[in-house]
């Protein structure tokens, strides 16, 4: 959305040319082919090498509970809540996400100078899912800010970027009722931000007959049953907004409320919707 008339025309020039470099399921991406390499330099784009590294950064920050490194994992608990299946027993999974639990951040060895990126640990694969989003939505800003826009709001599936002003006002932004999609909990305004929300209430499975949703805690390698509907981070940047709604999303309430209050600097925004005693619960922090 955008007043001036070739803002879509670029948006979407740049977006398709990220997405040749980040689409984890087109084959002949640039990411695919890291993720067909084994203890091989691989020589990355400035645009891979950069979003890695910000993904990086975003692991040390949160102590693990971002993690790209779990590819292989996720993409296991993506078959199992696929199929909606009733897990009888945790301890039959067990096995094969301790194994899974193994790919590590460090096994991936990034050289700057070089340009050069190795997956040392066979098998490894990489999921940018949690922050390729937020950091094509940051390079569309920048293309459409170098080509003299000065107002538009970029989505990319619900990861968006409220640039300047729309007819002089601040753009308006809505948090959906995690469980009924066409209600409005909460309204914020924007401008220079980005918003970007994770939630796990749409896809589950089911254990004891208890629901558990797709988002998998890195650390443990299950879905983390932490009560949290979704959680909104409103941020200077994209890429930060969506790599730490994807964290938070596992981190749990208590601890969302400790990394707030450690980094201040990084000047974030968090709405919370929580499921307590059978009500929801919306925080602002």
């Known amino acids: 959305v ?3 008339k070739n803002a879509a025309k670029i948006s979407g020039e740049e ?11 087109d084959p002949n991406s640039e990411l695919a082919q890291l993720n067909s390499t084994y203890n091989i330099p691989f020589s990355a784009s400035f645009e891979l090498m950069e979003c890695i590294k910000e993904a990086e950064k975003i692991y040390k920050l949160t102590g693990g509970f971002f993690d790209i490194s779990k590819a292989r994992l996720y993409k296991f608990w993506k078959g199992v809540i696929k199929e909606r299946k009733k897990i ?3 301890t039959a999974l067990k096995e094969t996400v301790e194994e899974l639990k193994k790919d590590s951040f460090s096994d991936i060895l990034i050289d700057e100078t070089h340009k050069k990126i190795t997956l040392r640990r066979k098998g490894l694969k990489l999921d940018l ?7 094509i939505i940051d390079k569309v800003v920048e293309r459409l800010k170098k080509e003299g826009i000065e107002s538009a709001l970029i989505d990319v599936g619900g990861d968006i970027f409220c640039l300047g002003k729309y007819k002089n006002r601040k753009w308006r932004i809505g948090i959906r009722d995690p469980q009924d999609k066409n209600k409005i909990i909460f309204a914020f305004s924007l401008t220079n931000q980005a918003v970007a929300t994770s939630g796990g209430y749409e896809q589950y499975f089911e254990f004891k007959k208890k629901k558990y949703s797709h988002l998998i805690n890195p650390l443990t390698g299950f879905p983390q049953d932490n009560k949290i509907l979704s959680v909104t ?3 200077e940047k994209a ?4 790599s730490l709604a994807t964290a938070f999303s596992v981190m749990g309430y208590e601890k969302i409320k400790e990394f707030i ?3 201040r600097e990084l000047k974030i925004e968090v709405f919370l919707v929580l499921m307590e005693k059978g009500r929801e619960k919306l925080y602002h922090f």
């Not at 899912?129 to 950091?135: D, L, T, V």
């Not at 890429?239 to 969506?242: F, P, R, V």
Request: proline share 3%; no cysteine; aromatic share 18%.
């Open 261 to 263: 209050r450690k980094h």
């Open 88 to 90: 009888e027993d945790f």
């Open 15 to 25: 977006f398709r040319r990220l997405e040749k470099i980040f689409n984890l399921y």
């Open 2 to 4: 955008s007043p001036y």
């Open 239 to 242: 890429t930060l907004a969506d």
């Open 233 to 235: 981070v409103a941020a």
């Open 129 to 135: 899912g949690g922050i390729a989003k937020g950091y």
